[in-house]
């Protein structure tokens, strides 16, 4: 009966001893993807992932974050210090040219949640080319990684098509692709917004790789388009090819009663020769906060003193931020604020800042927000050049002094206006 019992003692024993083994805490999977995304740490990270891509019996997240640890690593300097750069190097080429589909969308959906490594992460797709530029189109049709269009369209789709652009003399690949994915009739009536402005955004990605090979094809293409916004993204594409021609219909553009026409044209001109400030000027008025910025931004490229009056009618006006389909701020008053310093720097405002403290302390400004950017303009170098100067005449200073400690009653203008006090004593 004892040597019956002893038995299953023993093996309890060697069952017991065997857990003992295994290993106990989080897995290097674990560790390694905490390391990388949470701490920044790819040195670290890639110990980690390296042993995890040995451990796990599914490869696919241990590799991609592989890939984004050895870019991250590389474009920080890390693998550098470390002494690890030629390896993190050879490593992400060779993973890159390995890199299959399910992998690329592994490494996407990784970087769709914001982290400090989502740039080096992306990086890598952007060396992989060709096949990426096919899963990305592909993510943007089908509304993929929605936090990562802006990525596909501001810069991830114009890298690779300009890599490909100096590779061969010809038209890229990435432009073929692009060009089909606008082709594509847009079939689903609730799909059609979004899907117009994707269109949009990869126009204005063909503008921005600049190979007029592809000229003809948008020429083509646009015959079968219907959206004036559209129809006016590639007029202006065709004009930054080389197609003088379209210049005309893009300053008409200004005007148009579509507000994406107009914001269209507008970006344009920054961009389009010779054109008439007269017509910057009296489109300034328009009630888009949009199309005012880009034409703010267009006047600082053709500077009229005779601006300066509209310029400053944009810092009092009821124009708000706004931010654009890329997630940018656009705010029409910054960027009259930066045009009107230019022109303070090339001596188009003269007596701008006495007009603008006259009109500060005048009362007519109701809006809070509008006397901080007015304070704002003030506090640039020009037009503090402009008070000191005035200091033995109209001595604006102390006026604006006086404003501040009777009048004034808003703690953001009384704020900014003290620190002008301050810097043109």
């Not at 293409?221 to 379209?246: F, K, R, V």
Request: one cysteine or more; a positive charge.
């Amino acid at each position: 009966m004892k040597k019956v019992l002893i038995i299953p003692l023993v093996v309890l024993l060697l069952a017991s001893l065997g857990c003992e083994t295994k290993q106990k805490g989080p897995s290097n999977l674990t560790v390694g993807r905490s390391k990388l995304i949470d701490s920044g740490n790819a040195l670290e990270a890639v110990e980690h992932l390296e042993k995890a891509e040995q451990e796990e019996g599914n490869k696919l997240e241990p590799r991609a974050l592989l890939v984004i640890a050895y870019s991250y690593g590389i474009s920080t300097g890390d693998a550098n210090r470390g002494g690890n750069e030629a390896k993190f190097r050879n490593q992400l080429e060779q993973r890159i040219e390995a890199l299959t589909e399910a992998e690329m969308k592994q490494i996407l959906q990784v970087l769709s949640k914001r982290s400090q490594v989502r740039k080096a992460g992306l990086q890598a797709l952007v060396y992989k080319g060709h096949d990426a530029a096919v899963l990305i189109l592909d993510s943007l049709e089908k509304n993929r990684y929605p936090s990562l269009h802006a990525d596909f369209t501001q810069w991830m789709l114009i890298d690779i098509g300009i890599a490909e652009k100096k590779l061969a003399d010809r038209r890229t690949d990435t432009l073929d692709l692009i060009l089909a994915t606008l082709a594509k009739p847009i079939t689903e009536p609730r799909d059609r917004k979004r899907k117009l402005d994707i269109k949009s955004k990869l126009v204005q990605v063909i503008s921005e790789i600049g190979d007029a090979k592809v000229i003809e094809a948008l020429k083509a293409l646009q015959t079968d388009i219907m959206e004036p916004g559209l129809i006016m993204e590639i007029n202006t594409t065709l004009y930054q090819l080389g197609e003088a021609s379209y210049k005309k219909d893009i300053i008409a553009g200004i005007n148009h009663s579509d507000v994406k026409v107009r914001r269209a044209a507008a970006k344009a001109m920054v961009n389009i020769k010779n054109v008439s400030p007269k017509t910057l000027i009296a489109g300034l008025k328009d009630e888009d906060s949009e199309v005012v910025a880009a034409l703010v931004a267009a006047l600082a490229v053709h500077k009229d003193a005779a601006a300066v009056d509209g310029l400053v009618d944009v810092l009092t006006s009821k124009l708000v931020p706004v931010t654009d389909d890329n997630g940018e701020t656009i705010n029409p008053k910054q960027a009259a604020i930066e045009t009107l310093d230019l022109y303070g720097q090339n001596k188009l405002a003269r007596g701008l800042a006495k007009r603008i403290t006259m009109l500060l302390i005048g009362g007519t400004v109701s809006d809070s927000n509008n006397r901080y950017y007015l304070v704002q303009l003030l506090r640039r170098e020009p037009f503090k050049k402009q008070i000191k100067a005035l200091k033995t005449i109209d001595d604006l200073a102390s006026k604006l002094h006086e404003y501040r400690d009777k009048k004034e009653q808003m703690a953001l203008v009384k704020d900014a206006l003290a620190r002008l006090l301050d810097e043109v004593r």
